[in-house]
């Protein structure tokens, strides 16, 4: 039998934890490091804005944000809400933002669309297409964003004819260097309800596909979304309309004197302006493309033909999905650098936020410090707003590790 005296001996005894120091530990001295950061950067901001203050009150010049009540007395020509000469700084200031807002928009989504199929493009089997699509690349992206802009506006749009020229298409739309002019939707009673039905119906297929996505996951039981999707967004709100008698009208683009009256129009600053940036940033975006597709495993292609998929929807469903985790990461960057290079739009008199509100607006009240801080917080805001709306996208086809 072992002696119980040399059993407990034998157990290793256990040593007492050492205690460290609130100075050498790394958690406490992180906290007190960004403590110490936020303060300086504090500190920095009030010092900053206790001279600027005492500098204006020094030269006379007033301050504070009392001047967006005052009334502007310019026009600006594309307005998306309701503006007159007596509107307001403050109305103004809405009026760039919607301007940036909208062709950060479209801008978005052209450069997407053009920089996905030339990435794709750019790895064809066909010779001349990927020859193309490498030649896109390498054109677009070394020449200046401004060329790109002064070409569109000075050497494409202002070389179409004039209004009594104009390009017309089915006596609807007319292209001219004034703009593009289309037929202005109006909606008479009950149109409102079709929309309702419209906005409800995009709603309950969002719903719907997610619950299909599970069910698929859990039976491997597919579910028509797209036709469910088709009979509550298109379907339904057409039957209402028809049932209503058609409740919507077109006010349709007229010449009279030297110009068109009527309709929707399109400046050319706003076409030049989409199609500049969408080009020349669909140029990075297709890089991306191109590299997040080639960092897939060639043995997922292989192992999507061993099973009878076709090429095309191999890459649709297979690849794509796979290269959007590295896609999404550089593909926020040319979001953000689209959304602030719409400022450039004051060189061809586009009226966004800089042109508008840092520009106009600023001549007139020469208020610099509280114009300047509105234009940059904005821009910072949309810019924060993209990286969250990426970020939770991105967060939601990362790979989970079980």
């Not at 969002?206 to 797209?226: C, H, S």
């Not at 379907?235 to 010449?255: N, Q």
């Not at 690849?319 to 896609?327: C, G, K, L, T, Y």
Request: include cysteine; charge should be positive; glycine fraction near 8%.
């Amino acid at each position: 039998m072992t002696d119980p005296a040399i059993a407990t001996s034998s157990k290793p005894q256990s040593r007492p934890e050492a205690k460290t120091s609130l100075v050498n530990d790394p958690r406490v001295r992180g906290i007190v490091y960004q403590l110490l950061t936020l303060l300086v950067v504090v500190w920095i901001g009030v010092e900053f804005w206790t001279n600027a203050v005492s500098n204006l009150e020094r030269a006379n010049i007033a301050s504070g944000f009392g001047f967006l009540d005052t009334t502007a007395g310019f026009g600006i020509v594309q307005t998306l809400i309701e503006y007159t000469e007596e509107s307001s700084y403050g109305r103004a200031f809405f009026v760039g933002l919607l301007n940036t807002l909208i062709v950060a928009f479209f801008g978005i989504i052209l450069a997407t669309v053009i920089g996905f199929l030339v990435g794709i493009g750019s790895l064809s089997r066909n010779w001349l297409i990927r020859q193309i699509c490498v030649a896109y690349v390498e054109v677009m992206r070394n020449i200046p964003l401004l060329l790109h802009l002064f070409f569109w506006y000075f050497g494409v749009l202002r070389a179409v004819p004039g209004p009594r020229e104009s390009l017309n298409f089915l006596d609807s739309i007319f292209v001219n260097n004034r703009g593009i002019y289309f037929p202005r939707p109006e909606g008479g009673d009950g149109f409102g309800l079709v929309l309702i039905l419209v906005a409800i119906g995009i709603a309950a297929s969002f719903f719907i596909a997610r619950w299909a996505r599970k069910r698929r996951e859990q039976t491997g039981q597919p579910f028509p979304v797209l036709y469910w999707s088709l009979g509550l967004i298109v379907g339904l709100p057409l039957a209402v309309f028809l049932l209503l008698g058609m409740p919507l009208t077109f006010d349709y683009p007229a010449l009279k004197g030297f110009n068109f009256r009527g309709g929707i129009v399109m400046i050319p600053e706003f076409i030049s302006l989409v199609l500049a940036l969408s080009i020349y940033t669909a140029g990075f975006i297709a890089e991306n493309v191109r590299s997040g597709i080639q960092s897939v495993s060639k043995g997922q292609t292989e192992a999507a033909y061993a099973l009878g998929i076709q090429p095309g929807p191999t890459m649709r469903l297979v690849i794509i999905p796979q290269a959007m985790r590295v896609i999404i990461p550089p593909l926020t960057s040319q979001y953000l650098n689209l959304t602030k290079n719409s400022s450039l739009a004051v060189a061809i008199a586009y009226p966004d936020l800089v042109s508008v509100f840092a520009g106009t607006v600023l001549n007139q009240t020469g208020q610099a410090v509280e114009i300047l801080f509105l234009t940059m917080s904005v821009y910072l805001t949309l810019s924060i707003i993209t990286s969250i709306l990426m970020n939770w996208y991105n967060s939601r086809i990362a790979l989970v590790e079980r």
